[in-house]
């Protein structure tokens, strides 16, 4: 599987950015799509997943109702929409794929994308 992230970019604290995932190869062996960030000198953390076919999410609690994550199957592309974005939603984005479901913990995802840096600016 491999996956190609973008849509990162530089915005203003309170402005919006659709980040995109598009995924080839093996899709078919991929359950969930899922967003990750990593900060400069922080762990990466969970932002948001999805299921591939029953359109089950799950969001961190720092991200809930600001930022949506959907798919195109048809395309085979997940989009991350971020919305009333912070300061501290400063880092790079990435994308990860995973044959369990739902799950948080990125030593549990299998396929990664190269990364997107998100810059919000106060």
């Known amino acids: 599987v491999q996956l190609q992230a973008s849509g990162g970019g530089l915005v203003q604290a309170g402005g919006s950015l659709r980040l995109s995932c598009a995924a080839s190869g093996r899709t078919f062996s991929s359950y969930t799509m899922g967003w990750f960030r990593q900060a400069p000198g922080k762990e990466r953390e969970f932002v948001a997943a999805?299921?591939?076919?029953?359109?089950?999410?799950r969001y961190a609690d720092s991200v809930k109702g600001r930022f949506t994550i959907s798919r195109d199957n048809v395309k085979n592309t997940v989009y991350l929409q971020m919305n009333s974005l912070k300061p501290e939603d400063t880092a790079v984005y990435y994308c990860?794929?995973?044959?369990?479901?739902?799950?948080?913990?990125?030593?549990?995802?299998?396929?990664w994308g190269q990364g997107t840096l998100v810059t919000v600016s106060s």
């Open positions: 990860a794929t995973t044959s369990r479901w739902l799950v948080v913990d990125f030593q549990r995802y299998d396929y």
């Open positions: 999805i299921t591939w076919s029953g359109g089950d999410t």
